[in-house]
């Protein structure tokens, strides 16, 4: 099976950013649909770009679930959601961990290796180039956080009663926290990597709704469901989550909630 194969589609949930596709032009426009509201339906059309139209559904945790049931209704056995702002990586060779920056056509490579661990595991992702060198000379890694970049198997996650808008924000950790929990294992490929362009404070996407308020709120409700794992910290921010100099954030034990749920 190949990454343009319609089973196995990619989702991009997006929001006020339609001129801004860091992500569907860094791997093209193949199999890849971007989900936006109704009211930028319209625009994305018009540049030519598939699109899902999610209706007034708001929210990150809202349009992940969206998307999933979505896709359990067309009958996707596989899926790929990807941010909307991201470019990727892979090793330069296979004697040091440096990086190189790769083609829109190169990414298929990427999603066919994701394609082929779904057939083995419910979840799977790929590494953040940060602190990305410490996995060399590995290619696949397992109870790693996963973020940014999501391949799941719809019905198997699902069946498992586990939502996405279970949380109001971090519905990433808390469905990998999950999955771990329910004994499934996760495959996470090290040797690509996924990249940020603005930080996660960029204009559009969660920015136009998430608060301080809400980031905390969201932290202990990660903490509450998982408090063997989960520990609520107070972070300066550095870059992007405008008008916020501090904010509450979480410290994710990922190793020893795989080895608890899934060895």
């Known amino acids: 099976m190949s990454a343009n194969n319609p089973q196995f589609p990619l989702f991009i949930p997006t929001k006020g950013r339609v001129y801004k596709q860091v992500t569907l032009d ?29 209706g007034e559904v708001t929210g990150i ?15 996707y056995d596989k899926i790929l959601i990807l941010d909307d702002d991201l470019i990727f990586n ?16 190169e990414t298929a490579e990427l999603f066919n290796r994701m394609d082929k661990l779904l057939d083995e595991y419910v979840h799977v992702g790929v590494s953040p180039r940060q602190m990305n060198d410490k996995h060399f000379p590995d290619t696949v890694k397992h109870g790693m956080r996963m973020n940014a970049v999501h391949g799941i ?56 709704y998430r608060t301080l308020e809400l980031q905390e709120h969201a932290s202990k409700q990660l903490a509450f469901y998982y408090p ?8 300066e921010t550095k870059t992007g989550w405008e008008g916020m100099k501090k904010r509450y954030d979480v410290r994710v034990q990922w190793r020893k909630a795989y080895e608890a749920g899934c060895t």
């Open 153 to 208: 198997r719809p019905f198997d996650v699902y069946n498992t009663g586990l939502k996405y808008n279970a949380v109001e924000l971090m519905e990433d950790y808390f469905m990998t926290l999950g999955l771990f929990a329910k004994g499934m294992p996760n495959a996470v490929i090290v040797d690509w990597t996924w990249d940020q362009r603005g930080g996660s404070g960029a204009k559009g996407g969660c920015s136009t």
């Open 90 to 105: 892979t090793r330069a060779s296979d004697d040091a961990p440096n990086l190189r920056k790769v083609t829109s056509q």
């Open 228 to 235: 063997d794992f989960v520990k609520v910290v107070e972070k």
């Open 61 to 75: 945790n809202n349009v992940r679930q969206f998307i999933l049931e979505y896709a359990m209704e067309a009958h």
């Open 26 to 54: 860094s791997i093209g426009k193949e199999n890849a649909f971007v989900v936006c509201p109704k009211h930028e339906v319209q625009q994305h059309e018009l540049m030519g770009r598939k699109v899902i139209d999610r």
